[in-house]
């Protein structure tokens, strides 16, 4: 028996050489196990169960084996279970044997009527049978909606009494504010109103101490005061050209250590307050208040203590 060396390409993609016992009259199965059997000789795992192993050409092989050649190829091949096909045409007659329509309204029963009527009537008496579930969906309805309606109420009634609360609440602090500023002017009037008497009664004193002491001082001329008046002509001349007898009455100097507070300040007036800042040397401008304060400043403090902004320039 001749002698074939086999290159047998494998599943992995790789080749080896198997040599092959051929017998010129053996037929292709023949051929076939043959090679089946020595590639099992060589390396088991060359055609593994299930695979099958083939000559690329019988015809070439037997005529190289007689020729003398000792060369041949071969593959292994995986063979898939299953059938031959034809699933394409099984599904399209299953979709012929499908429904070509869903309305089967015209169509009759075996009584001879039409399918519409007795769906219809179907319909109709499902309808009839709940009509008393439908009744007691809507009394719930009804019930459930009177109640929200209560809540709702209730709620409401809720929300007023937090309104109501508040609003008190709000009302007390807004009383006791107002009262609290009320009782605050009236304790600032008192205290302004007693200030302007400790002035004048101040202001009435110093006169009068100035007035004895003008007095004391005065010299008498005895010759004068024994003299007799001489009364005026009649022909005299008018009163606009007799000399002035009057005499300008001086401003007693201010004592700011008779004063507590620059609130007691203000009952002198802006002019007063104005001349007294303009006589130290300060600015004399601004409200009624601000004088106050910058005046009552030199009852504790020098003028060279005084910050040299409160100057007049």
Known sequence: MPVVVALVRALDGRTRCVDVDIDATSDRDGL?????????????????????????????LLGRARGGSTHARAEVTATLIGGKGGFGTQLRTAARRGRQTTNFDACRDLSGRRLRAVNGERKIAEWEARKEEREKEIQAEKMASKQASVSGE????????KERESYQAERALVNESVNAAVASGIG???????????MTRATTISMIQRCSFQKHRRPINEQESRAPR????????PASTAP????????????????????ELEALGLD????????HGLKCGGTITQRAERLFLLRDKTRDELDKKLFAK
């Open 244 to 263: 002035k007898t009057e005499e300008v009455q001086e401003e007693v100097e201010l004592d700011l250590k008779l004063y507590s507070s620059s609130v």
């Open 32 to 60: 076939d196990r043959a090679l089946r059997d020595a590639c099992a000789r060589t390396d088991a795992r060359l055609c593994p169960k299930g695979a099958v192993v083939r000559f690329s050409s019988r015809r070439s």
């Open 272 to 279: 007063r307050l104005k001349r007294e800042l303009t006589r």
């Open 154 to 161: 209730a709620r409401l009634r809720e929300l007023e009494e």
């Open 188 to 198: 600032k009037a008192i205290a302004l109103e007693a200030a302007k008497r400790k």
């Open 230 to 237: 001489r009364r005026p002509e009649r022909n005299a001349e």
